[in-house]
């Protein structure tokens, strides 16, 4: 796909308006929840973790741009626009959902360190196959696109294979990130739990995904590029490995929300 040809596709309307009414309504839930741990273990912490996910939609024009994914611009509702890549409104959303929901159904359980490794490894491959079979809906509907070279695209109507792993590691490592650092976050360091998110998505996404994105722009043959998604998926499952290592460790708080006064 060539410049000129991304340049001309056309966000379909209703499929946009759809993702913007879904989106915002598993949002609000989202802020619900939220708001229920926030009163119950008395921090904002799993408040401050919703826009901690909206924040890692900066993620999306790095691996859009690496990664040869696109969003229709014409007819587009944007959120913003660098690298060459404008990003639009329920992207993110997506974003808010997709990483602040793991982050807040999961914050009781990292809190009491009561994750173990069988369930750490679960998330993961619940989040391969369900980022999967997801984006089958929006990529049909024309919502986004990726195009050639991709590694290990098996099916050419849904998502890639090393992407389907790269986006679940990318959810790991945040994730990881927050664990470390929930004994700290107190008072105005509760603040800092926004940017773990889109930095440990970055540090997941690209710094496993780094041989398919050096060899995918490299103008090489195919099999190169499947070979460099291998390579990519070997370790992102590496470093998941490390965080569930993390991850199922022993309580980092006390087990019981605080009593009420």
Not at 194 to 212: E, K, N, W, Y
């Amino acid at each position: 796909m060539t410049s000129a040809s991304i340049s001309q596709l056309i966000m379909p309307a209703l499929p946009q308006t759809i993702a913007l009414c879904v989106g915002s309504i598993a949002v609000a839930a989202l802020l619900v929840i939220a708001i229920f741990h926030s009163r119950r273990y008395r921090s904002i912490v799993p408040v401050l973790l919703l826009p901690a996910g909206f924040c890692t939609v900066a993620l999306e024009p790095i691996v859009g741009l690496l990664g040869h994914g696109v969003h229709p611009v014409i007819g587009q509702i944007p959120l913003f626009t660098t690298l060459g890549r404008t990003i639009p409104l329920h992207i993110g959303l997506v974003y808010t959902f997709y990483y602040g929901s793991m982050y807040i159904l999961l914050y009781p359980k990292l809190r009491d360190g009561v994750i173990t490794r069988a369930l750490a490894w679960q998330l993961f491959w619940a989040t391969v196959v369900g980022a999967f079979v997801f984006e089958v809906i929006p990529l049909r509907a024309g919502l986004w696109v990726y195009y050639e070279p991709q590694a290990l695209w098996i099916w050419h109507g849904g998502m890639p294979i090393f992407w389907v792993v790269a986006n679940a590691v990318s959810v790991m490592v945040p994730l990881t990130l927050i664990k470390v650092f929930l004994p700290v976050c107190q008072g105005w360091k509760q603040g800092l739990v926004v940017p773990l998110s889109p930095m440990g998505a970055i540090m997941g996404h690209d710094g496993t995904g780094f041989p398919f994105y050096i060899i995918a722009n490299a103008g090489v043959s195919q099999w190169l590029v499947d070979l460099s998604g291998a390579a990519s998926i070997a370790l992102a499952l590496f470093v998941t490995g490390v965080c569930v290592h993390v991850i199922a460790q022993t309580p980092v708080l006390p087990l019981r929300p605080p009593s009420a006064s």
